[in-house]
């Protein structure tokens, strides 16, 4: 199996200063929060659930373990997410609404 995994998402304009952003998995509220960090001076309509890879943890959350963090496992995929989902994350939000808005 990979060491990696897609994590679908996408923005979806619509007006100059709305969009609605959405990410696969079930995202901790945390994951919310750098989507409209990334997406700055934007309103943004947040959803998870697109696809099904599990929770989505952020940094602070994967050295705590637990279910939101394990259950990655459970969907049968190998090792944990490592450090570094929360810059991931900003990233390609923030590249994708320069994209959109500019």
């Known amino acids: ?28 509220y945390e994951v919310e929060e750098i989507v409209n960090k990334a997406l700055e001076n934007k309103k943004v309509i947040f959803s998870g659930y697109s696809d099904a890879i599990a929770y989505i943890p952020t940094d602070h959350l994967i050295p705590e373990g637990g279910y939101e963090v394990d259950s990655f496992l459970e969907y049968g995929n190998i090792g944990p997410f490592k450090l570094g989902v929360d810059q991931k994350i900003f990233d390609a939000f923030q590249k994708g609404g320069e994209k959109l808005f500019k």
Not at 5 to 25: F, N, V
């Open 1 to 28: 199996m990979p060491h990696t995994i897609y994590l679908y998402a996408g923005i979806l304009k619509l007006s100059p200063d709305l969009c609605i952003a959405h990410t696969g998995g079930e995202p901790c």
